[in-house]
C-alpha cells in the first residue's frame, strides 16, 4: 500500500470522518484533554450529506419533549428506545448554544435564537474552525481504510492513503471513533459519494458487529432530469400525474403517502407540479431548501406551474437506520477502544426500522458525536502512556491485499487484478431497482445475494495498487459489496413488513419479532435476534432503565 515515504503518526484519539458526527466526536475528545487527529475521505466542512444543504435539527424545547419522545417512539414501531431518544432530544438542545457561541448564527425570533435547523455550509465551517482552535489534527483527502489492531483485540489505530501526497500514513491511537456515514451506494445523491460503507468493513473486519441493516433501503424523491437533489419537503406541495396527465392522487387523509411513488414508478413515469403550495409556503420552502430549486433555474422551469418527471434515489444506510451495532452509552462497540457515531452507527434506538432521515439523524450526529469522542478518550486514558507502543496489526484484506499476499509464490506486479467500476455496477443492478430493493421477497433476495456472492468472490482477487486511486477505489467496490450483502442478507431472515422494510410476501407486521438484528461476518454471513425485553412503551412515554435491554438468540 504505497509504503514508501509512508506518513507516520500517533495521537490518542482517531476519529475517522467528516461530517457533524466526526466533527462532534473530535471536539468532545479533545475537551478531555487528549491528543485528538481526525482524518476525513474528503475536506471536512466541504464533504458529506450534511455540508451539501441545509438540514432541520430534532431539538425541541424542554416542555415539547414528551411530545416529541412519543412521536419517535410511536414511528419506531415498538423497536425504538424511549430511553435512548430522550437522551439524544436533551443532548442536542443543550449543546446547539455551543454552536452558536461558536460563531454559528441561528435565526432570531422576538430575540431569540431558534434552533431548528442549520445551513449545512456555515455549519460545519464553524465546527471545522472550532476544532482547530482547540488543537485537533484534521487531515484531509486522507481516506481511512482500515483499522490496526492489538494483540488483545482492542483497536490501536487505523492506515489509509493520502491523496495529495501520493502515500500511505499510519495513525497509532489509544481508542478510535467511526463516524464516516454510512452507504448510498455512489447513487449520487447530493453529498452521499463519500458514503460507501468504508467503516461498517472496517469494523467487521476488527471483530464488529452490524445491526438492522434490513433498514438499509431508503429511497428520496428527485427530479429526474438532475437526479442528485434528494430534498423531498418541497413535494409535500404536488399533485401527481402520468404521462398522459391524469392525476395520480398520492394522498392520504392530506399527507402524502410514502408508499405512492415508488408503486406507481414501477408502473411507468411519474410527473410532480408543485401547485399545492400557497404564497407563504413558497417563501418558506424556497428560503429553507433553496437547494431543491437549482435544477428548476438552471432548467428554467417553473415548478408550481409546470410538470417536471421525477425519480427516487436511494440513499441506503444514509437516511435508512443500519450500521455498527452500539454496545453502551458511550457509543461503544464489540471491540474495545472502538466507537461509532452518526450514520456509521445504527440508529435502531431512535428509530427502530424507519427512517430518522433529516432532523432526527441530525440530533443523532450531534449526541453521539459528543459521548463517542468522550468514550474514546476515556479509553485511551484508562491504557496510559504506552498505549502507542502496543503490537498491532492492520486488520484489512478484501480490496486492499492479494490473496496471495505474504505467500509464496507471491504474484507478479503484472497479475490480472479485479475491476472496480465494473464490481460497483455489479452492486447497483441489485441494490438500485425499487422492484428489488423496495419490494423485498424472499426469491428476489436469494436471486440479489447469489450475484453478490459472485462479486464478493471477484473483490477477493488481486486489488489494483498502483496509485492512491486504485486503492482507495478497490477498497470501495470491496465495501460496497459487503454492505450489500449484509443488508440483504438481513432482509431475507426477517420475515414481516415493518417500516422501511417492505416483504411482499409477508406483508404484516409480526408482533412477535420484536427484536433487532445482528448481523456480521466476511466470507460466511451471519445473523443473530437481539430480543428486545423492555415493556413496550404507552403515552406519556416511561422513560427505560436499561438500554440496551436486548437478550441474544
Known amino acids: 500500500m504505497l509504503t514508501e515515504n509512508e506518513l507516520q503518526l500517533s495521537a490518542d484519539v482517531l476519529v475517522i470522518g467528516g461530517g457533524p458526527a466526526a466533527a462532534w466526536a473530535a471536539w468532545a475528545a479533545a475537551s478531555q484533554g487528549v491528543k485528538v487527529i481526525i482524518v476525513d475521505k474528503g475536506f471536512l466542512g466541504t464533504s458529506g450529506a450534511a455540508a451539501a444543504s441545509g438540514n432541520g435539527i430534532m431539538a425541541p424545547s424542554p416542555e415539547n419533549w414528551d411530545k416529541v419522545l412519543s412521536e419517535r417512539y410511536r414511528i419506531g414501531k415498538n423497536l425504538a428506545n424511549s430511553r435512548w431518544i430522550e437522551r439524544v432530544i436533551e443532548k442536542t438542545w443543550l449543546s446547539l448554544p455551543l454552536v452558536e457561541s461558536w460563531g454559528y448564527r441561528f435565526p432570531k425570533e422576538d430575540g431569540e435564537s431558534v434552533r431548528q435547523s442549520y445551513y449545512g455550509p456555515e455549519y460545519m465551517r464553524v465546527l471545522r474552525k472550532n476544532l482547530l482552535r482547540v488543537g485537533v489534527q484534521i487531515f484531509d483527502q486522507s481516506p481511512a481504510l482500515e483499522l490496526l489492531l492489538a494483540d488483545d483485540g482492542s483497536v490501536a489505530g487505523a492506515r489509509g492513503v493520502q491523496r495529495q501526497h501520493h502515500r500511505s500514513y499510519t495513525v497509532r491511537a489509544g481508542a478510535v471513533v467511526l463516524a464516516n456515514g454510512g452507504c448510498a451506494f455512489l447513487s449520487k445523491a447530493l453529498g452521499c459519494n463519500t458514503n ?185 486514558k ?21 490473496p496471495m499476499a505474504g505467500r509464496s509464490p507471491s504474484p507478479s506486479p503484472s497479475s490480472e487484478t479485479f475491476d472496480s467500476e465494473a464490481i460497483v455496477r455489479g452492486v447497483q443492478d441489485q441494490m438500485f431497482p425499487l422492484e428489488k430493493n423496495y419490494l423485498r421477497s424472499e426469491q428476489g433476495l436469494l436471486d440479489s445475494l447469489a450475484k453478490l456472492e459472485t462479486l464478493w468472490q471477484q473483490v477477493q482477487g488481486n486489488p489494483k495498487q498502483h496509485t492512491v486511486r486504485d486503492v482507495e477505489f478497490s477498497r470501495r467496490a470491496a465495501a460496497l459489496t459487503a454492505v450489500a450483502r449484509w443488508a440483504y442478507f438481513s432482509a431475507l431472515h426477517r420475515t414481516e413488513t415493518r417500516s422501511e ?31 428486545i425485553k423492555d415493556a413496550i412503551a404507552t403515552p406519556p412515554v416511561q422513560t427505560s432503565q436499561t438500554t440496551p435491554s436486548v437478550s441474544k438468540l
Open 196 to 380: 460507501t460503507g468504508d467503516g461498517l468493513l472496517m469494523a467487521v473486519e476488527a471483530g464488529g458487529e452490524l445491526s438492522s441493516m434490513e433498514a438499509s433501503n431508503h429511497y428520496a424523491i428527485s427530479t429526474a432530469f438532475n437526479a442528485t437533489v434528494t430534498r423531498g419537503v418541497p413535494f409535500g406541495w404536488a399533485s401527481y400525474s402520468d404521462e398522459a396527465g391524469n392525476d395520480l392522487g398520492g394522498y392520504v387523509n392530506g399527507r402524502r403517502d410514502p408508499s405512492f411513488l415508488p408503486n406507481a414508478l414501477l408502473k411507468g413515469s411519474v410527473y410532480a407540479r408543485l401547485d399545492k403550495a400557497t404564497p407563504e409556503v413558497k417563501a418558506v420552502i424556497e428560503k429553507s431548501h433553496f437547494i431543491a430549486f437549482l435544477p428548476y433555474k438552471k432548467a428554467d422551469i417553473d415548478p408550481y406551474t409546470e410538470r417536471v418527471p421525477v425519480t427516487l434515489i436511494l440513499e441506503g444506510t444514509v437516511r435508512g437506520t443500519g450500521g455498527i451495532r452500539l454496545t453502551d452509552d458511550s457509543c461503544g462497540t464489540k471491540v474495545p477502544g472502538l466507537y461509532a457515531a452518526g450514520d456509521a452507527a445504527s440508529r435502531e434506538f431512535l428509530a427502530g426500522l424507519a427512517s430518522g432521515g433529516g432532523g432526527p439523524n441530525a440530533a443523532w450526529a450531534i449526541s453521539t458525536g459528543q459521548w463517542a469522542g468522550v468514550g474514546a478518550a476515556n479509553f485511551a
Open 501 to 531: 422494510h417492505i416483504r411482499v410476501d409477508y406483508l404484516e407486521t409480526d408482533p412477535n419479532q420484536r427484536y433487532y438484528q445482528a448481523t456480521g461476518g466476511l466470507d460466511k454471513l451471519w445473523v443473530r435476534r437481539d430480543w
Open 382 to 402: 484508562s491504557l496510559g502512556a504506552q498505549a502507542n507502543e502496543r503490537v498491532a496489526r492492520p486488520t484489512g484484506q478484501v480490496g486492499l491485499r492479494s
